[in-house]
């Protein structure tokens, strides 16, 4: 448990790093796009508050700084630099408000912004479907705060990654996770967000709530692309189609998944092209200056994003092919440099240290056509890696997998949903304006590449068991798509508008099956959430707004234009976070009471009394043997996830992790990991998750006097190390490992 007093530090400690990175994102903003203001300035300003707090992490990281204290003051002294910054240059002329700037030829006409009961209308529906979706949300996040995360790669390495560079105050190591897969050359800016939540508060309760923040991030990128054309509250409802579908709601919440991080920066990067460019055709050759740092802010969206995900690389490719199209006339190049720099700051670090380890920065990617690249060779392989092209005529896999796979993604009305998608993507190829005719396309391609790559239909052949999990890849060019469709249509006021915007309303509710909230026994948490995150500050929003729009007689309450000083809006918001650091105590006792216990029904293949087990323990060293312990090893590090946790291999070349083939190897790596504590645990086997595959390592441990058995259950035994093991009397137990096909077999 965390005391009280620790809470209140830790508690302190994230508002002085928040408070600290906010204010420089703001400042950088003021200076490099001072004429920038409302939904877009925030949006650049949340960008490039994620870089800052990468760049830190990854700054301290190479150097193994990266600890709590050195964070704070890294993060306060710059903040206290970026109070130095003057003011930028106000580009000559302000442009129009964004609803009237003018459009290219055959662009969408932009309306008026709302007004009267039109404006109530669009903001209650624009905040009541944002609340809908973090309602929904909020109750698979109920179900990590009352049992521990229980996402399945969560457990695998998203979580291990982030406690290993808490552990390790190190960016530059690789943590091997098991001996199946190369995820240890996975990019990892969400997992560095994830372990400078937990060092700062020294518990992982905050990675439950992380994906909210690029949940809001979504949403306000999705209003940022339709507010150029007056029909912001439309692409937030199209978006909010995407952003609750059952692939998202069950794996994103509660959970260190990062595909909806990597879904919203694109997006991000999109919503700041398209305003950058409806205001430079605004304001003409005064609003160039803009023009180039708006390009570097959507780059440096785009390239976290690559640093989150490397399936995000086909979208990155191509907005980049877009951002040099859509530059001025001989300014192509520069606007290239202006985009690749940031992006190559934003994401670049991970790709480097691959190149530097394995002389690929992508090892996963093993040739180019006839051409061998540098890459681990593995041992092991947990399923064939087949795309979606492969089974491209093959229907009666489209009838068994991919058909109930769309279904459960998406719901019922599954073909509608891709097909609005789509239909956005290609309506505005003709529709629209320059910049929105190329994030279309941009969506297009996105979609053709991920029907390329690999393990987009993962399994064995004819048997894709593995496409339904791994639909999220598609995620990033669906949800563009899907944004852009409100501004395909031409003409779009009066019946229009409200026929499209029903219609959106109702693929929302009958597709993601929105009155689960109401329903379901979590519900009072999840709309207490949603009434905390989403409503009140909308209401303190509203508040201001009105306020402003309307001279008030308190002098004291007002400035001299009669608008309500900033400071009544700050102590709004102050007073909110209090009510949720107080809200949020309990919660923490709730959830480190119960995270892993005995009756938390972890879906743990048989691990779930090594998680109960491992729940007190502190500062043990643990390995693991048998891919099932990697897999699902996070619940081994403790409540106060102070346990190292090693899985037992063996290294070979460009950064390679092998299952160790002998006993007698393996009794030497035992020894030399200097364990107190050894899990062993049978191979997963993926094609056939409940009919796990023996593992060596129980039978090459076989009358050794140095281990003793102290839990099993089922094939997993946790066994205590008491003294070195004896390489040399493995006798009859030393039989190799000799043959690990796609399902892994010992023999």
């Not at 290239?336 to 940031?342: E, I, M, R, S």
């Not at 304006?433 to 994030?439: F, P």
């Not at 990033?476 to 499209?500: M, Q």
């Amino acid at each position: 448990m965390v005391s009280f007093g620790t809470y209140v530090v830790g508690f302190l400690v994230l508002v002085a790093v928040g408070l600290s990175v906010g204010f420089t994102a703001y400042r950088l903003r003021r200076r490099l796009l001072p004429e920038w203001d409302g939904a877009p300035a925030r949006l650049v300003e949340s960008v490039v508050a994620i870089a800052v707090l990468v760049w830190l992490g990854e700054i301290l990281g190479t150097f193994g700084l990266l600890y709590a204290w050195t964070f704070v003051i890294a993060a306060v002294g710059l903040a206290a630099g970026s109070a130095t910054l003057p003011a930028g240059p106000v580009a000559a002329g302000d442009p129009p408000p964004p609803a009237l700037a003018k459009a290219s030829s055959g662009a969408v006409p932009p309306t008026a912004p709302p007004a009267g009961e039109r404006a109530w209308l669009t903001w209650l529906v624009t905040v009541g479907v944002i609340a809908l979706v973090v309602a929904h949300w909020g109750l698979t996040t109920k179900d990590a705060l009352d049992r521990g995360i229980f996402n399945f790669d969560s457990l695998w390495y998203h979580m291990p990654f982030a406690v290993d560079m808490v552990q390790s105050h190190s960016t530059t190591g690789l943590h091997y996770p098991e001996t199946v897969f190369v995820n240890w050359f996975y990019p990892q800016n969400s997992e560095l967000l994830h372990a400078i939540g937990i060092l700062l508060t020294q518990r992982d309760t905050l990675s439950l709530f992380l994906n909210f923040a690029f949940l809001g991030l979504a949403f306000l990128a999705a209003w940022c692309i339709g507010r150029p054309y007056g029909r912001g509250h439309l692409t937030v409802v199209a978006a909010a189609i995407l952003l609750e579908c059952h692939t998202l709601v069950v794996r994103e919440p509660g959970a260190a998944k990062n595909d909806l991080v990597a879904a919203a920066l694109l997006l991000s990067s999109a919503a700041i092209l398209v305003t950058a460019w409806t205001r430079r055709a605004a304001t003409g050759p005064a609003g160039r200056f803009a023009w180039t740092w708006a390009v570097a802010a959507a780059g440096l969206a785009m390239g976290l994003a690559v640093g989150t995900k490397s399936t995000a690389v086909a979208m990155a490719f191509g907005l980049t092919v877009a951002v040099i199209v859509l530059a001025p006339a001989g300014k192509r190049l520069a606007t290239a440099a202006w985009w690749l720099v940031p992006a190559l700051l934003g994401g670049g670090y991970w790709y480097l240290r691959n190149l530097i380890v394995a002389g690929n920065p992508l090892p996963q990617a093993t040739s180019i056509g006839p051409i061998s690249l540098p890459h681990p060779e593995r041992l092991q392989e947990g399923r064939p890696d087949f795309s979606i092209a492969h089974y491209a005529t093959d229907t009666s896999v489209w009838r068994e997998y991919f058909a109930p796979g769309l279904h459960q993604a998406f719901g019922a009305l599954w073909p509608l949903v891709i097909a609005l998608a789509v239909a956005g993507a290609l309506l505005v190829l003709w529709r629209a304006d320059r910049v929105l005719r190329w994030m279309g396309a941009v969506a297009l391609f996105g979609l053709l590449a991920y029907l390329f790559t690999p393990l987009s239909a993962a399994g064995a052949e004819g048997a894709p068991t593995g496409f339904g999990i791994n639909i999220r890849y598609a995620v990033p060019a669906l949800l563009l798509g899907l944004t852009l469709l409100p501004l395909a249509f031409k003409r779009l006021d009066g019946w229009r508008e409200w026929t499209l915007l029903g219609a959106l309303l109702a693929v929302l509710v009958l597709t993601d099956r929105a009155d689960a909230v109401l329903r379901d026994p979590s519900r009072l948490f999840a709309l207490a959430l949603a009434f905390l995150v989403v409503v009140l500050p909308a209401l303190v929003l509203l508040w201001s707004y009105r306020a402003g729009r309307a001279p008030t007689p308190a002098p004291v309450a007002t400035g001299p234009t009669g608008r309500h000083r900033p400071s009544l809006v700050v102590l709004a918001f102050a007073a909110l976070i209090l009510l949720i650091a107080a809200i949020g105590y309990p919660l923490q006792r709730h959830y480190l009471r119960d995270r892993f216990d005995s009756a938390s029904e972890i879906p743990g293949m048989h691990l779930g009394a090594a998680y109960a087990w491992a729940r007190d323990k502190q500062d043990v060293r643990i390995g693991l043997a048998g891919t099932t312990a990697g897999f699902l090893q996070y619940g081994l590090y403790g409540t106060d996830l102070s346990n190292r946790v090693t899985y037992l291999g063996e290294k070979g070349p460009h950064g390679a992790y092998n299952a160790i083939p002998t006993c007698v190897a393996f009794r030497t790596a035992v020894n030399a990991a200097d364990l107190e504590y050894l899990v062993t645990a049978p191979f997963l086997n993926f094609l056939n998750p409940g009919n796990p595959i023996p593992s060596p390592e129980p039978n090459w441990l076989r009358d050794e006097s140095a281990v003793a058995p102290v839990i099993k259950s089922g094939p997993v035994t946790i066994w205590k190390i008491q003294g070195k093991l004896d390489p040399t009397s493995c006798g009859h137990a030393n039989a190799p490992l000799r043959k690990v096909p796609n399902t892994p077999e010992a023999s």
